[in-house]
């Protein structure tokens, strides 16, 4: 299921622009802060006399960021800052994705710029980023627009927008992640998609949804790059 050494390097060759998702790729954000405990406590802040807030029940915070985008669009500008403190402080407790620093690094190493790509708050993206100190291995960073969860993937838009950044066209870029909806956001705005497939099962899922290649570490991307 996996590609070969060979394979991931003749994939990469033209890539001039990796756009990477966050968590996952580079950290698993919720390590000390599970995403469920976000959710709880998303649902307590936004309880009030009218009851809990929609989606209270579930433990994915986006997907209640959404729920309540649906029903009670009043509440977004709020929910979705209350979501992304909790964010910020997941990130505190985030635990590194083995091989992620080496794979920025052989990337930065043969002047392929790396953009993240992720649903997360862009700024707990940039603090992770600072506290890692990986500011001089990524070209920039593409949170969720802030009040605007429509513009998570698998919408293309935040994608479309790091390739407006890196002025670059989809077929010189590549995205990299490990959700279906990374991949689906991929072909959205034209672009072929590697799957990182941390978890027994991802890998058939991401190849069903059409990535062009499955890895399971990311040590095995960071051994792709290739001098041309
Ligand atoms: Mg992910």
């Given at each position: 299921m996996t590609?070969?050494?060979?394979?991931?390097?003749a994939i990469m060759a033209p890539v001039k622009h990796v756009l990477l998702d966050f968590d996952g790729p580079v950290c698993s954000v919720f390590a000390g802060l599970p995403a469920a405990e976000v959710a709880r406590r998303?649902?307590?802040?936004?309880?009030?006399?009218?009851g809990p807030p929609p989606g209270h029940d579930l433990t994915d915070p986006f997907a209640?960021?959404?729920?309540?985008?649906?029903?009670?669009p009043e509440l977004v500008p709020a929910a979705d800052d209350a979501l992304a403190r909790l964010e910020i402080e997941a990130v505190t407790r985030a635990s590194p994705t083995a091989?992620?620093?080496?794979?920025?690094?052989a990337y930065a190493g043969i002047g392929t710029r790396v953009w993240v790509v992720s649903n997360n708050a862009g700024s707990a993206i940039e603090q992770y980023v600072d506290a890692h100190q990986l500011r001089s291995?990524?070209?920039?960073?593409?949170?969720?627009?802030?009040?605007?969860p429509e513009s998570m993937k698998p919408s293309p838009e935040l994608l479309r927008a790091a390739l407006r950044a890196a002025r670059a066209e989809p077929e010189e870029a590549l995205f990299i992640g490990d959700a279906v909806r990374d991949v689906?956001?991929?072909?959205?705005?034209g672009m072929t998609a590697v799957g990182y497939a941390n978890k027994p099962g991802k890998a058939k899922t991401l190849a069903a949804a059409g990535a062009v290649a499955v890895v399971s570490a990311m040590a095995?991307?960071?051994?792709?790059?290739?001098?041309?």
């Open positions: 590609a070969t050494r060979e394979e991931l390097a998303m649902a307590e802040e936004f309880t009030g006399p009218e209640m960021l959404l729920r309540i985008a649906e029903e009670r091989g992620a620093l080496q794979f920025l690094e291995l990524v070209a920039g960073c593409f949170g969720r627009s802030p009040g605007r689906e956001a991929a072909h959205a705005a095995e991307l960071a051994g792709s790059a290739r001098q041309s």
